[in-house]
């Protein structure tokens, strides 16, 4: 069993950063992969960044690159998602989710457990 608790969520204005974090228990976390999706109203969930068991290869969707950083922290069980220079095409609930191994999964079905998400709502 693993449970998974995602924090930082919020409103904020466009250009504005938020810091998203997702706290772990359960499971060996660092011997596994985690992702960050979002998904927005009458949207698909989609998978925006993703980070391997060790930290050292990262995914970002096209949409996110060079805006969004994804970091782990294996010793505090915990995966953040820094979000810088916000727009309104990011507002989604986002989620954390654990890979089911040690390496980047860019489709869903590569995750098996989920957080309950944290809404960010994007102002312009």
């Known amino acids: 069993q693993v449970q998974l608790v995602e924090s930082g969520g919020g409103l904020v204005q466009a250009g504005g950063s938020l810091r998203l974090s997702c706290a772990a228990s359960?499971?060996?976390?660092?011997?596994?992969?985690m992702g960050w999706f979002r998904q927005a109203p009458g949207k698909e969930r989609e998978l925006v960044a993703a980070?391997?068991?060790?930290?050292?290869?990262?995914f970002y969707v096209d949409s996110v690159k060079g805006r969004f950083t994804i970091s782990r922290d294996n010793v505090k069980k915990t995966v953040y998602l820094q979000m810088n220079s916000l727009n309104s095409e990011d507002t989604a609930v986002y989620s954390c989710?654990?890979?089911?191994?040690?390496?980047?999964?860019?489709?869903?079905?590569?995750?098996?457990?989920w957080g309950q998400g944290t809404q960010v709502t994007v102002s312009s």
């Open positions: 359960g499971r060996t976390f660092s011997n596994c992969a």
């Open positions: 980070i391997n068991w060790s930290g050292s290869y990262t």
């Open positions: 989710a654990v890979g089911r191994g040690p390496y980047v999964d860019r489709k869903t079905t590569g995750y098996d457990y």
